[in-house]
């Protein structure tokens, strides 16, 4: 058990150091990050590719005997939740409203069944979740961005639905292709998985954030009030996610609350990238890494002390 802290610590300090490294690159010398730039889709398929390499899908079959909890959970996460986060944000902070949408409309991140089981979760079910959510992100991001922000921005839902296939379900399907062949070499080198996503995931924030980097140095309110924000969506996100299920288990509510809080922001970046360059989106999708990274650590203690009070 000692070794958990250290864990946390690993965690959070290894995305921070990236955020902060790849923030200065892509600001300081955007001429890399513009190099980078046309090979950003390619870079995500990677990440994707990584991340499908490791997953079981024979575990995940096994967990969807609870099938109408991993629906009521996949028609939450993707559509219920982002359309209330952003008629908040719009009624609240209307300049972060896209990319509260944009965060909130997010797919699981990919170690969320390590989170869920550190926070004493069910990592099976956090697992169903994250690979439901992420296969029917291709359909759900468009429609309810289109749907909630179309008016807004301009959007075609066939230009992202094609994007999401290629970065999603593409390198998804190969990822799994090469693991039904290679199981033993791949369990074997999978170790070298994260570091290799996580400068992966450095390339791909240089190469985003160097197209506004002009924009961003000249506008540093922008990033206080964009972490600002931020942590308060983390935090309603976090409240969202074990209220909003009371009939579950509570192990099955805190991977719920897991797979909503820590979504896959390596797709958002992306996204904002790609679709909402502006800097007032860019910035605090980008930014959402930090809460992202260290909101486990007192989520966890909160989990733990709760845990100790019922008991």
């Known amino acids: 058990m000692s070794r ?5 610590r690993h965690l959070a300090e290894s995305y921070v150091a990236v955020l902060v490294i790849a923030l200065t690159i892509g600001l300081f010398v955007p ?3 513009r ?5 950003s889709t390619f870079i995500l398929q ?7 390499l490791k997953l079981d899908l024979k575990s995940v079959a096994r967990e969807m005997r609870n099938w109408r909890a991993v629906a009521l959970a ?3 996460m993707l559509m219920a939740f982002p359309a209330v986060g952003y008629l908040l944000a719009r009624l609240f902070a209307p300049q972060y409203a896209l990319p509260v949408l944009i965060l909130a409309a997010m797919p699981a991140g990919m170690t969320t069944p390590l989170l869920a089981e550190l926070v004493g979760g069910s990592a099976a079910f956090a697992l169903v979740l994250t690979v439901t959510t992420s296969l029917l992100a291709p359909v759900t991001v468009p429609l309810v961005i289109q749907w909630l922000a179309g008016a807004a921005v301009e959007v075609s839902f066939l230009t992202m639905f094609l994007s999401l296939l290629s970065v999603i ?4 399907a190969l990822g799994q292709l090469v693991r039904a062949f290679m199981k033993k070499r791949i369990d074997a080198t999978s170790f070298a998985f994260k570091p290799v996503s996580l400068t992966l995931l450095g390339l791909l924030i240089v190469s985003v954030i160097a197209k506004q980097a002009e924009a961003i140095l000249g506008n540093g309110r922008l990033l206080v009030e964009g972490l600002a924000v931020l942590i308060v969506y983390f935090v309603l996100a976090h409240a969202a996610g074990f209220f909003g299920f009371p009939w579950l288990r509570r192990d099955l509510r805190l991977s719920t609350t897991v797979c909503l809080s820590y979504m896959n922001f390596t797709l958002a970046i992306y996204l904002a990238g ?3 360059p502006q800097p007032e989106v860019l910035v605090p999708v980008v930014l959402s890494v ?6 486990i650590i007192p989520f966890r203690a909160l989990t733990r002390r709760a845990r100790y009070h019922a008991g």
């Open 4 to 8: 958990l802290p250290a864990l946390l």
């Open 31 to 33: 001429s890399v990050g």
């Open 35 to 39: 190099q980078l730039s046309p090979y």
């Open 46 to 52: 990677s990440i994707f590719f990584l991340s499908a």
């Open 74 to 76: 996949n028609a939450f």
């Open 169 to 172: 379900i593409a390198p998804f």
């Open 274 to 276: 790609r679709f909402f």
């Open 290 to 295: 930090i809460p992202w990274s260290v909101g």
